[in-house]
């Protein structure tokens, strides 16, 4: 309730900067096909897919975990709630995010980019799954990660439209992107305030969600084989996830300069100063790791 007139506050920065934007503007409908099935159409095959494998594991990826929006809602409502500011916010946020999932899955449908039936099956299992995490019933832990998670899922899709090798997808993915960029504002602003508010309580948070951070896709069935092909790619790696998702976050909440924190706000302060460390290690290691792979495939074409 303290943070009320922050959400209206930056609620109304959303709408006034959010741009409308439509997805079939950004499928291309005349390439599409009937399947196979009651239509009689074609089956799915292979060689239907221009796309590159990488591209199609990331984009089945990020929309599986796009697809999996009734769990966030579910979550995000039963935080925030329903009424004034924070209502206005899980709807409109909701109605953003619906707009993902439909728009890249309307592009890999029309293209023939992923066999369809291979996705909806995913897709139930995923979902049946559902989301959790372990601090889901915690509002400043909620909102330092979706503050992380919004800015990571945009350079997830950001870096997947550049893979994808063609520009129609790029263009797509990049409008999503945009959307994850405006929620990160908007939930990062939201942990600034409650930082003024209550500095221990939200370092804690912050402290408490990098330590197991992990992707929204993660239940997503292969996902340590897909993350681990994703980061040899360069679309979502440790190096990124440190410099250019938690770093910039942090800083913006000026973590390591702001007062007033009580004694538990000072070892989490401490707890994530060695978070980044350990991410640098890790960071560094797996680029020397991914190099030398690269190396070795030179070497042997
Ligand atoms: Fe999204
Ligand atoms: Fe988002």
Same mark, same amino acid.
């Given at each position: 309730m303290e943070l009320e007139p922050v959400v209206e506050k930056n609620l109304n920065r959303h709408l006034s900067v959010a741009k409308e934007w439509f997805p079939h503007e950004y499928v291309p409908w005349s390439e599409g096909r009937t399947f196979d099935g009651p239509l009689g159409g074609d089956a799915w095959s292979e060689s239907d897919s221009k796309l590159p494998e990488i591209a199609r594991t990331a984009l089945v990826v990020n929309l599986l975990t796009e697809d999996n929006l009734p769990s966030y809602h579910r979550q995000i409502a039963t935080l925030f709630g329903p009424d004034g500011a924070w209502g206005t916010w899980v709807g409109r946020w909701t109605a953003e995010e619906g707009r993902h999932g439909t728009a890249i899955r309307d592009y890999l449908t029309v293209t023939r980019a992923v066999d369809p039936v291979a996705l909806e099956r995913a897709r139930m299992v995923h979902m049946t799954e559902g989301y959790s995490n372990n601090h889901d019933h915690e509002i400043l832990h909620t909102l330092a990660y979706v503050s992380f998670q919004e800015l990571a899922t945009r350079i997830s899709h950001r870096n997947t439209g550049k893979v994808t090798g063609d520009p129609t997808c790029e263009a797509l993915l990049a409008k999503v992107a945009a959307d994850e960029n405006l929620h990160m504002v908007f939930y990062r602003n939201l942990l600034a305030a409650a930082f003024e508010l209550a500095p221990g309580q939200a370092m804690r948070a912050v402290a408490d969600v990098l330590a197991d951070f992990q992707m929204p896709g993660a239940g997503i069935e292969g996902f340590a084989r897909? *993350?681990?092909?994703?980061?040899?790619?360069?679309?979502?790696? /440790?190096?990124?996830?440190?410099?250019?998702?938690?770093?910039?976050?942090?800083?913006?909440?000026?973590?390591?300069? /702001? *007062?007033?924190?009580?004694?538990?706000?000072?070892?989490?302060?401490?707890?994530?100063?060695?978070? /980044?460390?350990?991410?640098?290690?890790?960071? *560094?290691?797996?680029?020397?790791?991914?190099?030398?792979?690269a190396a070795r495939l030179a070497a042997t074409s």
């Open positions: 897909k *993350s681990v092909a994703i980061a040899l790619a360069g679309i979502y790696d /440790l190096r990124q996830h440190r410099d250019e998702v938690v770093v910039p976050v942090l800083r913006q909440w000026d973590v390591f300069n /702001l *007062s007033g924190l009580d004694a538990d706000g000072e070892i989490a302060r401490e707890q994530v100063a060695a978070h /980044l460390d350990t991410l640098e290690q890790q960071a *560094s290691r797996f680029e020397e790791r991914r190099a030398a792979r």
